[in-house]
């Protein structure tokens, strides 16, 4: 009998990485933990396909299954017992991604990660290879299942450039991956429930770069940079100028009297970028290094960044209404990212802040709150927490407890024009999932309510 390869995950990632592995001839099996009736749709459908679909099975049937490798989608458990004894048994296990990276390692890979600003870097290199003329589709956590463009690939289509976001779930189940690239921008604590502890979560994120033949890094960041003695021929960009990385390490890029500058001198105004924030400083001149890395000529990548329009979600400028203008900051899905968002944003503004806590220090994001805000309505399965956590850091912030977004948004607006604040900021610093499926499902409802609201005002 021939041993199937399972694939875990009915989503995006497990759907096309079993369409993948059956146009590659493997007999496949499609396990979904979940049942939901439009799962149950979607499994008749792939059925039809040609494969093979369990709904509502858990782990452990895969022991029955026997098969001959099983690939994950980013949100199972690597360290799940089933699949640590499927590992010590020999049996390969490993990720949607490292299905695509055996798939398509003729194209040359740049990878990106860090616990914020990948997703900006990425659709950022991706728009200046795009805008250079370059064949440079993107994937991963971002754009397209990292399969999907594998698929592609085994159909004939090899591109120039693979440009992909990968989260610390992606990395730790792709053992193999090798990219041209390496970019990481950040490292701050994150998904500490996975992973078990911040050492750990930052060597996934290490064992990527280690394994790219041109790591870029940020020299701005305090945990990457104590961290650089592993890379000594690596790519390092700073905001400050060409001597804050010495006695240690030669700045790739810096930045000179307002002039992103290299070694050889400068390349473009430092200014060009149409983003908020120093934090987007970095995350162009990560991008700036790994576009030149990638052959892109200096007046290319200026051109490209003149143009890039930035990402849904992040920062992302709604509407302005009766003075109030409301920016959907739905993809800060933790302190330091939302912190970060304060730090972009003048003040006063009204904060709404909430939805399922992730584990991390608040001190800098409390900071933020007392310097910029007005007012922070907080929601969700974190809003008691929260609005503790603000109500002792900052007493005399005004500070509200709402059920979500439904609520707070006509909320908001009435504290805006109450308080003189300018912007109403969508900055959760929690996931998504207590009222919704993923970040991108809340900053569109943030929209309609926003939309709502001007409707009748």
Not at 26 to 33: D, F, N
Not at 84 to 93: C, I, S, Y
Not at 141 to 151: C, H, K, R
Not at 155 to 181: K, N
Request: proline fraction near 6%; include cysteine.
């Amino acid at each position: 009998m021939v041993r199937p390869t399972a694939v875990i995950g009915l989503g995006r990632s497990g759907t096309s990485a079993a369409r993948l592995l059956h146009a590659q001839g493997h007999t496949v099996s499609l396990l979904e933990q979940r049942q939901t009736p439009q799962l149950r749709g979607k499994a008749a459908a792939l059925r039809q396909e040609g494969l093979h679909v369990q709904i509502n099975c858990c782990l452990a049937s895969l022991e029955q299954l026997n098969p001959q490798a099983v690939v994950l989608s980013p949100g199972v458990c690597w360290t799940d017992p089933v699949l640590v004894q499927l590992r010590r048994r020999g049996v390969p296990v490993y990720g949607e991604a490292e299905l695509a990276w055996q798939t398509m390692t003729s194209a040359p890979w740049i990878a990106v990660t860090g616990t914020n600003g990948k997703t900006t870097i990425t659709s950022m290199v991706g728009h200046l290879l795009q805008q250079a003329g370059q064949d440079a589709p993107i994937c991963g956590n971002s754009g397209a299942a990292a399969t999907e463009l594998a698929l592609d690939c085994h159909r004939g289509r090899c591109p120039d450039w693979v440009v992909a976001e990968l989260s610390s779930f992606q990395i730790e189940s792709s053992p193999t991956m090798a990219p041209r690239i390496g970019i990481w921008s950040t490292l701050t604590p994150d998904h500490l429930d996975r992973h078990g502890s911040f050492a750990a979560y930052g060597a996934i994120k290490a064992a990527l770069v280690t394994r790219s033949a041109v790591p870029v890094l940020n020299g701005d960041d305090p945990q990457i940079w104590r961290r650089r003695a592993c890379w000594p021929t690596a790519r390092w960009v700073t905001c400050g100028n060409g001597a804050a990385l010495q006695p240690h390490r030669q700045a790739a890029l810096s930045i000179e009297e307002g002039t992103v500058t290299a070694p050889s001198g400068p390349l473009f105004s430092a200014d060009i970028l149409p983003l908020p924030g120093q934090h987007n400083r970095i995350n162009m001149l990560l991008a700036t290094a790994a576009a030149l890395e990638a052959g892109l000529q200096p007046r290319q990548i200026a051109a490209g960044l003149r143009s890039f329009p930035g990402v849904p979600h992040r920062l992302e400028t709604v509407a302005c209404h009766q003075g109030v203008t409301y920016i959907n900051d739905s993809k800060a899905t933790n302190y330091d990212a939302a912190w970060t968002a304060l730090k972009a944003l003048g003040g006063p503004l009204v904060l709404l802040a909430g939805g399922r806590a992730k584990q991390g220090d608040a001190r800098g994001w409390l900071e933020g709150i007392a310097a910029k805000a007005a007012a922070v309505i907080c929601y969700g399965e974190a809003g008691d927490v929260f609005a503790v956590q603000v109500q002792q850091a900052c007493p005399r912030i005004v500070c509200q407890r709402l059920p979500g977004l439904h609520e707070a948004v006509p909320r908001s607006h009435a504290l805006a024009l109450d308080h003189g604040a300018t912007t109403v900021l969508l900055s959760p610093a929690c996931a998504s999932f207590d009222q919704y499926p993923n970040f991108e499902a809340r900053g569109e409802h943030f929209r309609a309510r926003v939309q709502a609201l001007m409707a009748v005002q």
